[in-house]
C-alpha cells in the first residue's frame, strides 16, 4: 500500500464523486461531462470538477472526443472519462496474496497442473455459490465481476484476477471459467451456462441467458 | 518494427487421425478470426485453397508449426488470449503432448520482412539454450521494438 493509494481512495469518500466514479466505471467506456452529470443529478460543472479531481488522483483517464452532432460549437472536442487501467488496493494492516497468488500459477503451469487448479477453482466456486438464493448475477455482482446484459448474453465488464490473468493469461482464465461454472453448480444452476468468450478488457467468461428467459 | 511469432506443438496423434478431428475443424474459423484480426499482418500458409492444411517441414511430423506476423505485442496477444481462440488454447491438451521446453518464440523484424521458417526455428532454439533476449523472447520476458531496432539481425535483415 502507497500513500497514493490511500490518498486516491479517501477522495471517493465523497459521495458526488463516488456516484460520478461509479458512473463511468459502469458506462465501460468513454463517458461525458454532460452525461455523468445526467446520471447523478449534479450540475455539469459540479460534474467537471469532481471528474478532474478523480482524473488527478490516477483513478480516472480523461480524452478528447471529437462531437457527432453538427451546428454551432460542433467543432469543439468534448472531454470524456473512462476508468483509469491502473489498480488502487488498501490494506491495514498491510497484505500482498498477489506476489503469493504469482508464484503459485507459476508453479501450476511448471508442474503442468492445470487439471488440478481447474478441479479446485470449481469447487472453490461451489462453495461461494452454495446455500445462496439469489440469482448467479448478485453472487458474481458481489465478488467483483461487474456484469452487465449484452443481449442474450450475460457478460463481465470486469476481471477481479487481473493482474494474474495478464502473467498466465490460460492458466487464470481457464480456472475463472472453472470458477463461474462451479458457483452456477452451487447456486442449482446450471453450470453449462458459462463459457469462454474473451474480448479485449473484460473478463474471460460470459453467461448465457436461462432457458426462462 | 513489426514481430514475428513461432511456435510448436507436439501432437499427441497424426493430423489425420481421429484424436485430432476437432482441432483440424476449429482450423477454419480460428485462422478465419486471426486473418480478420486488428494487428495480423502475415502468416505462413500451407494451401490458399484448403484452410485446414497445416504447414508442411522437416522438423518432424509430430510437430505442428505456426508462423505469423503481427503489428505489436498487444495485438497478437489479445488475438491468443482474447478472443475465441483462447477456448481452443484451453483444449490444448487434448490434442497436443505438455512440452517441457519453450514451444513459442517472438522477436522483431522490419517492417514488410517475412522472415523464414528456418530463421524462426534458429530462434527457438537459441530462447532454449540461452534464454529470452532481444532476438528471442517470450511475453513473460517480453522486450519492445526498441529494445531490436539496433540487433545486427535487424540489420541484417534490412540489407
Known amino acids: 500500500?502507497?500513500?497514493?493509494?490511500?490518498?486516491?481512495?479517501?477522495?471517493?469518500?465523497?459521495?458526488?464523486?463516488?456516484?460520478?466514479?461509479?458512473?463511468?466505471?459502469?458506462?465501460?467506456?468513454?463517458?461525458?461531462?454532460?452525461?455523468?452529470?445526467?446520471?447523478?443529478?449534479?450540475?455539469r460543472t459540479l460534474a467537471g470538477h469532481h471528474l478532474d479531481k478523480l482524473v488527478d488522483a490516477g483513478l480516472l483517464e480523461s480524452a478528447f472526443r471529437q462531437q457527432e452532432k453538427k451546428?454551432?460549437?460542433?467543432?469543439?472536442?468534448?472531454?470524456?472519462?473512462?476508468?483509469?487501467?491502473?489498480?488502487?488496493?488498501?490494506?491495514?494492516?498491510?497484505?500482498d496474496y498477489v506476489a503469493l497468488a504469482s508464484v503459485?500459477?507459476?508453479?501450476?503451469?511448471?508442474?503442468?497442473?492445470?487439471?488440478?487448479?481447474?478441479k479446485a477453482a470449481r469447487a472453490a466456486g461451489e462453495r461461494l455459490g452454495r446455500g445462496r438464493s439469489e440469482p448467479v448475477e448478485a453472487v458474481l455482482r458481489e465478488r467483483g465481476y461487474e456484469p452487465y446484459a449484452d443481449g442474450g448474453t450475460l457478460r463481465m465488464r470486469n476481471c477481479p484476477f487481473h493482474v494474474l490473468s495478464?502473467?498466465?493469461?490460460?492458466?487464470?482464465?481457464?480456472?475463472?471459467?472453472?470458477?463461474?461454472?462451479?458457483?452456477?453448480?452451487?447456486?442449482?444452476?446450471?453450470?453449462?451456462?458459462?463459457?469462454l468468450d474473451p474480448r479485449p478488457g473484460e473478463c474471460c467468461v460470459a453467461l448465457s441467458k436461462t432457458k426462462q428467459d | 518494427m513489426h514481430l514475428a511469432e513461432l511456435n510448436i506443438a507436439h501432437m499427441r496423434a497424426p493430423i489425420d487421425s481421429p484424436e485430432l478431428a476437432e482441432f483440424v475443424a476449429a482450423?477454419?474459423?480460428?485462422?478465419t478470426l486471426a486473418d480478420g484480426y486488428p494487428g495480423f499482418v502475415w502468416r505462413m500458409k500451407e494451401s490458399e485453397e484448403d484452410p485446414t492444411a497445416t504447414l508442411t517441414h522437416e522438423y518432424g511430423?509430430?510437430?505442428?508449426?505456426?508462423?505469423?506476423?503481427?503489428?505489436s505485442l498487444d495485438s497478437l496477444w489479445n488475438y491468443v488470449y482474447r478472443s475465441a481462440h483462447l477456448d481452443v488454447l484451453r483444449?490444448?491438451?487434448?490434442w497436443f503432448l505438455?512440452?517441457?521446453?519453450?514451444?513459442?518464440?517472438?522477436?522483431?523484424?522490419?517492417?514488410?520482412?517475412?522472415?523464414?521458417?528456418?530463421?524462426?526455428?534458429?530462434?527457438?532454439?537459441?530462447?532454449?539454450?540461452?534464454?529470452?533476449?532481444?532476438?528471442?523472447?517470450?511475453?513473460k520476458d517480453s522486450y519492445d521494438s526498441s529494445a531490436a531496432a539496433h540487433l545486427p539481425a535487424a540489420a541484417e535483415a534490412r540489407k
Request: proline residues 7%; negative net charge.
Open chain 1, 1 to 43: 500500500m502507497s500513500d497514493d493509494d490511500l490518498e486516491a481512495l479517501a477522495l471517493l469518500h465523497d459521495p458526488v464523486r463516488r456516484s460520478l466514479y461509479e458512473a463511468v466505471a459502469a458506462s465501460g467506456g468513454d463517458l461525458g461531462r454532460g452525461e455523468a452529470a445526467e446520471i447523478t443529478g449534479v450540475s
Open chain 1, 71 to 95: 451546428g454551432p460549437g460542433s467543432g469543439r472536442p468534448a472531454k470524456v472519462y473512462r476508468r483509469a487501467a491502473g489498480e488502487r488496493s488498501v490494506s491495514l494492516p498491510p497484505r
Open chain 1, 104 to 118: 503459485l500459477a507459476e508453479v501450476v503451469d511448471s508442474l503442468g497442473a492445470e487439471e488440478a487448479a481447474e
Open chain 1, 166 to 195: 495478464h502473467e498466465q493469461p490460460l492458466l487464470v482464465c481457464s480456472m475463472n471459467l472453472a470458477l463461474c461454472q462451479g458457483v452456477l453448480e452451487g447456486l442449482g444452476d446450471d453450470p453449462g451456462r458459462a463459457r
Open chain 2, 27 to 31: 482450423l477454419e474459423p480460428i485462422n
Open chain 2, 61 to 71: 511430423d509430430h510437430l505442428l508449426l505456426n508462423f505469423s506476423v503481427w503489428e
Open chain 2, 91 to 94: 483444449r490444448r491438451r487434448e
Open chain 2, 98 to 139: 505438455r512440452m517441457a521446453e519453450p514451444y513459442m518464440v517472438m522477436w522483431w523484424i522490419p517492417e514488410g520482412h517475412i522472415p523464414s521458417l528456418a530463421e524462426g526455428m534458429e530462434r527457438l532454439e537459441r530462447l532454449k539454450a540461452e534464454g529470452p533476449s532481444p532476438e528471442a523472447f517470450t511475453y
